[in-house]
């Protein structure tokens, strides 16, 4: 079993910068692929990015290329979305998953999520 706790939300105006942190329980951190997931109001929840069990491979949603990078630590059991440039459509909730093996982009795939935090861009 893994918990996830985010932190780091806020608001910001377009044009800035935020980063989200999630810390997992547990001791087998390295043995999950992690992603960052966002829902805005009457919308469905919607990749943004994923990184394997290494940090070797990432991967991003187009919306977000250039503009996020979802990064881990390991030692500290932490994943990061640092997220610049932002718009006032990359608004919404993020949430951080979990899955057990390989990375996914598929919502499905993910056994494990946060509780999401509120990201607010102001136009």
């Known amino acids: 079993q893994v918990q996830l706790v985010e932190s780091g939300g806020g608001l910001v105006q377009a044009g800035g910068s935020l980063r989200l942190s999630c810390v997992a329980s547990?001791?087998?951190?390295?043995?999950?692929?992690m992603a960052w997931f966002c829902q805005a109001p009457g919308k469905e929840r919607e990749f943004v990015a994923t990184i394997s069990m290494t940090g070797g491979t990432t991967e991003y949603a187009d919306s977000v290329k250039g503009r996020f990078t979802i990064s881990r630590d390991n030692a500290k059991n932490t994943v990061y979305l640092q997220m610049n440039s932002l718009k006032p459509e990359d608004a919404a909730v993020y949430y951080c998953?979990?899955?057990?093996?390989?990375?996914?982009?598929?919502?499905?795939?993910?056994?494990?999520w946060g509780q999401g935090a509120q990201v607010t861009v102001s136009s």
């Open positions: 998953a979990a899955r057990r093996g390989a990375w996914s982009k598929r919502y499905n795939d993910y056994a494990y």
């Open positions: 547990g001791r087998t951190f390295s043995s999950y692929a």
